[in-house]
């Protein structure tokens, strides 16, 4: 076999085409973050990004997406913004990992949602953690009733707050794949607040993930677009999210709700109806992606699967980057499985979130201590 690094943009057509015909031809590749049309917006924004090109017998085999940062480091296509990456070839093809390391040139390659199973990176998993999804190959009625099985209690709350949002501020109305630049700008204002009030790295606080973002709201072709929804009381938008799709599978990204509603659980609600009119525009599944979040579960109607692993080469790089980042790997694993754990560990960065969200309105207002400790307004 023959392996070739280039950058994606530097792909002719005819290796795109390629690409997208053995992402098509194997289920376990249908997500957008493995579409090429992910990897040539990320190469126009960052200069580590490149693509082996796997070839043999003349024919292109595969293509690997990755990021090339410092000392040989290796990091999935995305890094810490995706939630699915891997090779994008046949599923019987299996290289010598090591060798394609050499190859692009990397000491290590750290994976935490490969597609599980690969052959390739199959002998390197540490891990494999699953990915809830919402399946609509049913029909969308079959899905709310393994909700309903899922927890008949949760669903029956949520549909009466749903009605009391209505009854009590307007009616609802649900926007499919609205094209309005605005309405993303509204939605990651919500999507900052919520990073700084729960503690967590403000990502769109980064102009180049703004940029993405933008990007990809941008594009609507017929297998690989962005997909921006809202929920609307009356004419106040109260909820919304952000994701990409393929033709068939939309993948959650960047949902968000305006606090001031926050009795009425308009994430939730917004989730509901995302999912009707899902099925409705003809995609077959929302991937909700791995993590704690105790909604997934009952939304979910089967599974898909991750992995987290690492393959590296003997190098003094590869041992510093093994003694930084294995041990984190391992807490967060650990946190992960046990949901006592991942509350308090949420509520700590809550915590912090809301110290640090005192900290800068004080900052910001020298007079704010003692206008508190007075009464004034």
Request: aromatic content about 10%.
């Given at each position: 076999m023959k392996i070739q690094v280039v950058r994606p943009g530097e792909l002719g057509e005819a290796e795109r085409d390629r690409w997208r015909e053995l992402q098509k031809a194997d289920p376990s590749l249908d997500n957008p973050f493995l579409s090429v049309e992910f990897a040539l917006a990320m190469d126009r924004l960052r200069d580590y990004v490149r693509v082996a090109v796997i070839s043999d017998g003349g024919r292109v085999a595969g293509f690997f997406p990755y990021e090339r940062h410092s000392f040989g480091i290796g990091k999935p296509l995305g890094g810490f913004l995706t939630t699915c990456h891997g090779l994008i070839a046949s599923p019987e093809l299996k290289l010598d990992a090591k060798a394609l390391l050499r190859a692009c040139k990397l000491s290590v390659f750290d994976f935490d949602h490969l597609v599980a199973g690969q052959p390739t990176f199959a002998p390197y998993e540490q891990d494999v953690r699953p990915a809830p999804v919402m399946d609509f190959t049913q029909g969308f009625d079959a899905w709310l009733e393994q909700v309903k099985s899922n927890s008949p209690k949760n669903l029956k709350t949520v549909r009466y707050k749903?009605?009391?949002?209505?009854?009590?501020?307007?009616?609802?109305?649900?926007?499919?794949?609205?094209?309005?630049?605005?309405?993303?700008?509204?939605?990651?204002?919500?999507?900052?607040?919520?990073?700084?009030?729960?503690?967590?790295?403000?990502?769109?606080?980064?102009?180049?993930?703004?940029?993405?973002?933008?990007?990809?709201?941008?594009?609507?072709?017929?297998?690989?677009?962005?997909?921006?929804?809202?929920?609307?009381?009356?004419?106040?938008?109260?909820?919304?999210?952000?994701?990409?799709?393929?033709?068939?599978?939309?993948?959650?990204?960047?949902?968000?709700?305006?606090?001031?509603?926050?009795?009425?659980?308009?994430?939730?609600?917004?989730?509901?109806?995302?999912?009707?009119?899902?099925?409705?525009?003809?995609?077959?599944?929302?991937?909700?992606?791995?993590?704690?979040?105790?909604?997934?579960?009952?939304?979910?109607?089967?599974?898909?699967?991750?992995?987290?692993?690492?393959?590296?080469?003997?190098?003094?790089?590869?041992?510093?980057?093994?003694?930084?980042?294995?041990?984190?790997?391992?807490?967060?694993?650990i946190v992960l499985d046990r949901p006592s754990l991942y509350r308090a560990a949420d509520r700590v960065l809550k915590g912090f979130g809301r110290v640090r969200t005192s900290m800068q309105q004080q900052q910001e207002s020298p007079n704010a201590v003692a206008n508190e400790a007075t009464g004034a307004r």
């Open positions: 749903e009605r009391k949002l209505g009854r009590e501020q307007g009616e609802l109305r649900f926007a499919w794949s609205t094209p309005d630049p605005e309405v993303l700008r509204i939605l990651l204002a919500w999507k900052s607040d919520q990073y700084r009030r729960t503690g967590r790295v403000d990502r769109f606080a980064q102009p180049w993930i703004v940029e993405l973002t933008e990007m990809m709201h941008a594009e609507n072709a017929s297998d690989f677009g962005g997909v921006l929804t809202m929920l609307y009381a009356g004419d106040v938008p109260v909820a919304g999210h952000f994701g990409l799709r393929t033709a068939t599978t939309l993948v959650g990204w960047f949902p968000a709700y305006d606090t001031e509603y926050a009795r009425y659980s308009p994430g939730i609600v917004h989730h509901l109806q995302m999912a009707e009119a899902a099925a409705k525009s003809g995609l077959h599944m929302v991937d909700m992606g791995k993590g704690g979040k105790e909604y997934k579960d009952w939304l979910k109607s089967g599974t898909l699967y991750v992995a987290e692993g690492r393959v590296s080469r003997p190098s003094a790089s590869a041992a510093v980057h093994w003694m930084g980042r294995t041990p984190l790997n391992k807490a967060r694993t």
